[in-house]
């Protein structure tokens, strides 16, 4: 199952905003700031247009521009939500996240599937026993 990211007012403008620097080395006619900006610009764009989660099998594929990453459901212990400014590393495109609370430590993944309900029962499906902390039970009756 697939699952795009959620986007929100904030983030997009951030985004956009940031991706339209690019043009600032035209009015400035500095090549350097081009080298420089060229990369942030085009690597925001990649996150933009290419953020989404996929549960299949027994894992979640966490893809976000040129990050990846895979989270065995098995060793999922809590989902949590949250919409704080300030992140660790996530990978959405919104401020209405939720927290993964994965393996024997303290690993986590901040995501943001625009369809979260939907993701979670998917998750919850799988691995019952991953507790919800302050989020509606998603899981099916």
Same mark, same amino acid.
């Given at each position: ?10 983030? /997009? ?44 099998? /027994? ?12 989270? *065995? ?41 625009? *369809? ?26």
């Amino acid at each position: 199952m697939k699952f795009k990211s959620r986007r929100d007012p904030i983030t /997009t403008i951030a985004i956009w905003l940031t991706a339209g620097l690019i043009f600032l080395p035209v009015f400035t006619r500095e090549l350097i700031s081009f080298f420089i900006i060229t990369p942030i610009c085009a690597m925001l764009l990649w996150c933009w247009f290419q953020t989404d989660y996929t549960v299949e099998g /027994t894992e979640i594929g966490i893809r976000c521009g040129p990050f990846r990453k895979r989270v *065995q459901i098995a060793e999922i212990k809590r989902i949590e939500a949250t919409r704080t400014l300030v992140t660790t590393f996530s990978l959405g495109l919104s401020l209405k996240r939720i927290i993964i609370h994965y393996g024997a430590g303290y690993s986590l993944v901040e995501i943001s599937p625009q *369809q979260q309900d939907e993701f979670i029962k998917a998750v919850t499906a799988i691995n019952p026993h991953i507790e919800l902390p302050g989020l509606a039970d998603p899981k099916p009756r």
